[in-house]
């Protein structure tokens, strides 16, 4: 079990490797500050963006040579995003943490990959099932060899081009897991409700994150940017870098 609160942070996506070093050298000062469990967070390829014009990342050879260097040359632990079950062996000798994205939660071959690794496996919670309906993801890694399993809430699909957050999920997955992160960031998103992209509102953010607490969240996740109007990926949720000090406080 965790015994300091964990948060999984960083960019959407590989933007530049400056981008990676930026966010990384906060996390580091955080991680000091607070004596916490910070996990560095970036997409080597989003294969889930709106548009097939929407910026993917560096792919895999590339992305996780840029992930390696963050880990060598600042210590922290590194967290990513897989979509293929090929992805997975290479991604577990890099990374600590392997994600597997909301709409891919039932794929089985995917989690079996992802298990077989070894590594810490983080299943997102999809937009379409319940707290509960978890427990058969999580079942298929841990039949799969997986040492230890997270799952992560971020919400459900409400109507269309919209999402709300029912935080009984958290104590609901915590009675099948007992580390069960809140993605605060996708969780405030609105999927293509902008021009061919999921646009939504990072001002409900910290909103999110202590509602989670409340329902007794183990770890929090957030994507976040020096400049996120900027970013690539998810620009209108990801928070800004300079503000992830002070929600990290209220937190713990």
């Known amino acids: 079990m965790m015994k300091k609160s964990t ?13 990676l070093s930026t966010v990384a050298e906060e996390l580091v000062r955080l991680n000091k500050k607070y004596d916490i469990n910070i996990i560095f967070k970036a997409s080597f390829d989003k294969a889930n963006r709106t548009s097939i014009k929407s910026f993917r990342g560096p792919g895999l050879d590339k992305g996780l040579a840029m992930l390696q260097n963050i ?6 632990r590194l967290l990513t995003d897989i979509h293929e079950s090929y ?29 077989k690794t070894g590594k810490i496996v983080n299943i997102k919670k999809a937009q ?33 081009n919209n ?15 007992p580390n069960v992160i809140m993605d605060c960031t996708h969780s405030v998103q609105r999927p293509s409700a902008g021009d061919g992209k999921t646009v939504g509102d990072r001002k409900f953010v910290p909103s999110m994150a202590l509602a989670a607490k409340a329902f007794g969240a183990t770890g929090y996740f957030f994507e976040v940017h020096p400049t996120p109007d900027e970013g690539l990926s998810d620009a209108a949720n990801m928070l ?5 000090d002070e929600l990290i406080g209220k937190l713990v």
């Open 7 to 19: 948060f999984i942070a960083g960019p959407c996506v590989i933007e530049s490797s400056e981008l």
């Open 71 to 76: 880990k060598e040359k600042y210590g922290l």
């Open 87 to 115: 992805q997975a062996e290479p991604v577990g000798e890099v990374v600590d943490v392997i994600q597997i994205p909301a709409f891919l939660c039932r794929q089985t071959d995917l989690l079996v990959a992802a298990a």
């Open 128 to 160: 379409f099932l319940s707290g509960r309906d978890m427990r058969y993801p999580v079942q298929k890694c841990q039949e799969s060899g997986a040492k230890e399993v997270w799952l992560t809430e971020r919400g459900n699909s409400f109507g269309y």
């Open 163 to 177: 999402l709300v957050v029912d935080f009984r999920n958290i104590p609901d997955m915590k009675e099948i897991v």
């Open 240 to 244: 800004e870098l300079d503000n992830l």
